[in-house]
């Protein structure tokens, strides 16, 4: 068995009037991220992470964010497509680490449904996904509460 790891980043806008998505479920707040998709950093960080592990490029590849089909697409679509890409190449997930940045709104009561949501469209169990969750300290543009940003990291086992 050969083990290999991957790293993914994603980072999004913040404006009023947009739906605020993350880790495929709908967050409450007064801004949503603003995407070709549905702006779910989360998973596009873990999409990346994935594809990475598997020496496979980056999301933007797969899912260009100019293809007019893609537009305002659930993420959980891609991360569901980007898992069968993985299995069909002979790798399996073995764990995900995950840390979202952002102010606010205080995200650590999402953080379960988050970890099931994202275990059932991948079909690992929650125990394999880390969710943590951070602030910057009202430093830069995530203190700023002008963008949300994550941060994967993925093992994942081939045969």
Avoid at 122 to 149: N, P, W, Y
């Amino acid at each position: 068995m050969k083990i290999r790891v991957g790293f993914g980043y994603d980072v999004h806008r913040l404006e009023p009037g947009y739906q605020f998505l993350l880790g495929g479920i709908k967050v409450e707040h007064s801004k949503g991220s603003v995407g070709h998709s549905d702006g779910d950093v989360l998973i596009h960080a873990i999409c990346d992470a994935l594809l990475g592990a598997a020496g496979l490029r980056d999301i933007g590849v797969y899912f260009p964010d100019n293809d007019p089909a893609l537009k305002g697409i659930d993420s959980k679509i891609l991360l569901r497509k980007t898992v069968e890409i993985l299995t069909e190449k002979g790798f399996s997930i073995g764990n995900i680490d995950s840390t979202i940045c952002l102010e606010k709104p205080k995200i650590k009561a999402n953080i379960p449904l988050m970890q099931q949501t994202l275990a059932d469209v991948m079909g690992i169990d929650t125990s394999d996904i880390s969710i943590k969750a951070t602030t910057t300290e009202t430093l830069g543009f995530t203190g700023r509460e002008e963008g949300v940003s994550a941060y994967a990291v993925v093992l994942v086992e081939k045969s």
